[in-house]
């Protein structure tokens, strides 16, 4: 099962940016797969937060995010990123991201039940 480590949380005042970063176990490629960064804040589900394609070609934002968010992959590193701006307090929850080779459609299927491969998380917290 592909492994999936993220890094780059902290804390952060409001108004603030964190660049969270998604690496792959050595031996392991996410080329073909779509990813996923999703969070879960305290006594909230996890939510599916952007999404984007295997070739990063197509991208999804959840409402909350866009505008502020930037979802990218780096297939030949084996990387994903997703730079935060204007982090507010609203943001603060455990970042995950995950990766499936069988989500098609990021647009309708940036949600955790789709994603089969997860990393830990990584947490973010935004206050003064």
């Known amino acids: 099962q592909l492994q999936l480590v993220e890094s780059g949380g902290g804390l952060v005042q409001p108004g603030g940016s964190l660049r969270l970063s998604c690496s792959v176990a050595d031996g392991f490629s996410f080329d073909y797969s779509a990813i996923g960064w999703f969070r879960q804040a305290p006594g909230k589900e996890r939510e599916g937060i952007s999404c984007i394609s295997n070739s990063g070609g197509s991208t999804y934002y959840i409402d909350s995010v866009k505008g502020r968010f930037t979802i990218s992959r780096d297939n030949d590193n084996d990387m994903a990123y997703l730079q935060m701006n204007n982090l507010q307090p609203e943001d603060t929850a455990v970042y995950f991201c995950?990766?499936?080779?069988?989500?098609?459609?990021?647009?309708?299927?940036?949600?955790?039940?789709?994603?089969?491969?997860w990393g830990r998380g990584t947490q973010v917290t935004v206050s003064s």
């Open positions: 995950a990766s499936d080779p069988v989500v098609y459609s990021v647009q309708s299927q940036c949600v955790p039940p789709l994603f089969h491969n």
